[in-house]
């Protein structure tokens, strides 16, 4: 089957401005998670859910960040008043439920810039 | 929180060698530890995990270490082959979301 989808690839945006990014999970999937990937740096996690609820919200860095998933599927990351600083590449993962003991299955990610 | 340290940064290694990479972590409710190969522009793909019920795991030339009174958990990989040159990633887990070190850069020259 398919596997985790993320779009767009790469997005390039101006300082200020507002971006979406979308994750597919793999279909039946209940926990999908979001992370952040700075160049030679490991992932840093920024939210997951569980359904369509947030069940750690604790990495988003701060209000301008925020992330949905209103049907317990695909998942939208938003990002307000984007800042140079938030370039990076988002990678989403989804694992069959919620929990630590099940493989984590990554996106390709959305390479975003912020000029 | 949890802070998960790994070593080398970069690690060179000749075709036919083996390879190992350690990592600490220092929550110890912490209690699944997943390895993950990413290569370069690509999204980082499990290659073998552990939990904290078992010390070693197997997977061909790939195994893993759990040390739950150290904290620590290490990867090897024997034989290496030039296929196996990508940047490896430990990480942590207790509640879902992974901690992953800083990554190790391995080169297997033929």
Known sequence: GAGVSQTPSNKVTEKGKYVELRCDPISGHTALYWYRQSLGQGPEFLIYFQGTGAADDSGLPNDRFFAVRPEGSVSTLKIQRTERGDSAVYLCASSPASGSRDEQFFGPGTRLTVL | ?110
């Open chain 2, 1 to 110: 929180g949890e802070n998960v340290e790994q070593h080398p940064s970069t690690l060179s290694v000749q075709e036919g060698d083996s390879a190992v990479i350690k990592c600490t972590y220092s929550d110890s409710a912490s209690n699944y530890f997943p390895w993950y190969k990413q290569e370069l522009g690509k999204r980082p793909q499990l290659i073998i995990d552990i939990r904290s019920n078992v010390g070693e795991k197997k997977d061909q030339r790939i195994a893993v270490t759990l040390n739950k009174t150290a904290k620590h958990f290490s990867l090897h990989i024997t034989e290496t082959q030039p296929e196996d040159s990508a940047v490896y990633f430990c990480a942590a887990s207790m509640e879902g979301n992974l901690i992953f070190g800083k990554g190790t850069k391995l080169s297997v020259k033929p």
